[in-house]
């Protein structure tokens, strides 16, 4: 076999493209890990501002604001939405030993299906419990399932208020 010859298979192409892959893994969800410590962090600093006596018609505006200084300083993503997922993630896991834990195993776009499950914020504040319990999630399907079946309640309730 010529070492030169381009249509040869090359021993050494898959090895490394493993390597490859592998390292684009790890670095996926080194980032993922990091910016959902972000959010809880940018949420936990915003609460601690708006428990400060700053509720209501103040807090929205103060969190309108901030989207959008953010927004026209790091760009898109920065939205108000995005923020209240932030205050949201504090308000579910209060603890960040618990949130260490779940984010080993889910990505940002699950956990933040996942804050809006009202059942979660009904669990025992315990690190073991409520750990165990988004450990063991069951498959990402039925997670989905439970989401749109969420959204379709909301969907008829919404629907029951503007019918009389």
Not at 14 to 33: E, F, G, K
Not at 36 to 63: C, D, F, M, N, P
Not at 71 to 77: D, I, V
Not at 101 to 129: C, D, F, G
Request: aromatic letters at 6%; glycine letters at 4%; hydrophobic letters at 40%.
């Amino acid at each position: 076999m010529d070492p030169l010859d381009a249509d040869a298979p090359n021993p050494l192409l898959a090895p490394v493209r493993q390597l490859i892959d592998a390292a684009r893994q790890r670095v996926a969800s080194a980032v993922n890990a990091e910016l959902t410590q972000l959010y809880w962090h940018i949420g936990r600093r915003i609460s601690a501002e708006l428990l400060q006596g700053q509720r209501g018609e103040y807090g929205k505006q103060v969190v309108a604001e901030l989207a959008r200084q953010l927004t026209a300083e790091f760009g898109k993503g920065w939205s108000e939405q995005q923020l209240r997922h932030c205050l949201r993630l504090v308000e579910v896991f209060a603890d960040e030993q618990i949130l260490s834990t779940v984010q080993r195993e889910l990505s940002w776009s699950h956990l933040k299906a996942l804050i809006y499950m009202e059942e979660l914020l009904q669990l025992p504040q315990s690190n073991i419990r409520v750990a165990d319990y988004l450990t063991l999630l069951p498959p990402r399907a039925t997670l989905q399932a439970k989401l749109h079946q969420s959204i379709a309640i909301a969907r008829q309730k919404l629907g029951n208020r503007t019918n009389p």
